[in-house]
């Protein structure tokens, strides 16, 4: 393993500075709690805080560390100094009224939405996941968990696949191992993995599959509504034997939009291809003559609960939006004012 952290955190020193920094300075955030962070270095795992000049210069929680950011660390190992520029982040909106954004996961090549086999698959809940990995410049797969619980495995994937339109559908079963061997090549030398859904679908079964250690507790879901139970309590990253990376997460019980408009567009591209084609610009696809949408509506071409779906979506994006622009306006308000204040200190 030693071999392995080595040639990885040489291997992205190279890829993140001009050779001036030294790779001990180098390190991976594993998991954030109250404001520490514990963070991998090449040789060991550090408790660190964030200095005072990165705290200051924060205007909003983008730019503090989250698990899977690269950060540069004090000679000292204590202090994080630097948090280097990310290849994607997977966010949403966190919980409550106020527009802010939550970061899941950064600097991931792929995130796999897990979906049980049982009552609790829900494609619309997938689409909302899907919506959020497109936008985190990450590529999703879809993983249907607990085959060996379904009768209709088989038919569930295929029902999934023809609603989420060319995205990737595996099916596993962490219990018999069944197409375990399937998720090996996104999880290669360098490569990170995130895994996403909600509580029960067996994301923390996986990882201490994938581990081969029992890194993770694991609960059974309620048989009374086959409902998870949380037992992943906050995101931790874990790296593999081979150089890859996995980062767990809790189940999430909400999933917010914090943006989407893009993923919008990826998900549902069928539905705006047809409304390039309708009379009218601005057409609600209600009452509208020459309405393409309509047409296809009532030849079967198109799910009217999928133009439902991709509308509801379309105006939760724009109303977070809309809250998220007049937050960061007021955070920047604040950001000058300090600036300000601390020049009159001096």
Not at 253 to 271: A, K, M, V, Y
Request: with cysteine.
């Amino acid at each position: 393993m030693n071999t392995i952290r080595t040639r990885l955190f040489n291997s992205k020193l190279e890829s993140l500075s001009n050779g001036t920094m030294e790779v001990n300075k180098l390190g991976r955030i594993v998991t954030e709690q109250k404001g520490s962070y514990r963070v991998m270095t090449q040789t060991e795992e550090l408790l660190c805080k964030i200095s005072g000049k990165l705290r200051f210069e924060t205007v909003s929680r983008e730019d503090l560390p989250a698990v899977g950011d690269w950060v540069q660390i004090s000679e000292e190992g204590i202090i994080i100094e630097k948090v280097f520029p990310r290849t994607s982040k997977f966010s949403r909106k966190k919980a409550g009224q106020e527009a802010e954004e939550q970061i899941i996961a950064a600097n991931i090549d792929t995130i796999f939405i897990l979906s049980s086999l049982n009552d609790e698959l829900n494609i619309s809940r997938i689409e909302r996941y899907l919506l959020l990995c497109w936008e985190s410049g990450a590529n999703p797969v879809v993983i249907l968990t607990k085959a060996d619980t379904c009768m209709d495995a088989v038919e569930k994937r295929k029902e999934v696949e023809g609603n989420l339109h060319g995205v990737k559908v595996l099916t596993i079963s962490s219990i018999t191992k069944e197409g375990i061997e399937e998720l090996s090549p996104f999880l290669e030398m360098g490569k990170t993995v995130a895994l996403v859904g909600s509580s029960g679908v067996g994301k923390s079964t996986l990882t201490n599959l994938l581990i081969d250690a029992d890194v993770q507790k694991t609960k059974e879901i309620r048989e009374t509504d086959d409902k998870g139970r949380h037992t992943t309590t906050h995101r931790e990253l874990f790296l593999l034997e081979n150089g890859a990376s996995i980062i767990d997460t809790p189940g999430m019980r909400e999933i917010q939009l914090w943006q989407g408009q893009e993923g919008l567009s990826t998900q549902f591209n069928d539905i705006e291809e047809l409304a390039l084609s309708c009379r009218f610009n601005d057409c609600s696809h209600n009452e509208e003559p020459g309405c393409r949408i309509k047409e296809a509506i009532l030849a079967d071409e198109l799910d009217h609960n999928r133009l439902s779906q991709y509308q509801k979506l379309q105006k939760e994006i724009a109303y977070t939006e809309r809250r998220g622009n007049k937050r960061l306006e007021s955070l920047e308000r604040k950001k000058w004012k300090n600036i300000g204040k601390q020049r009159k200190l001096k």
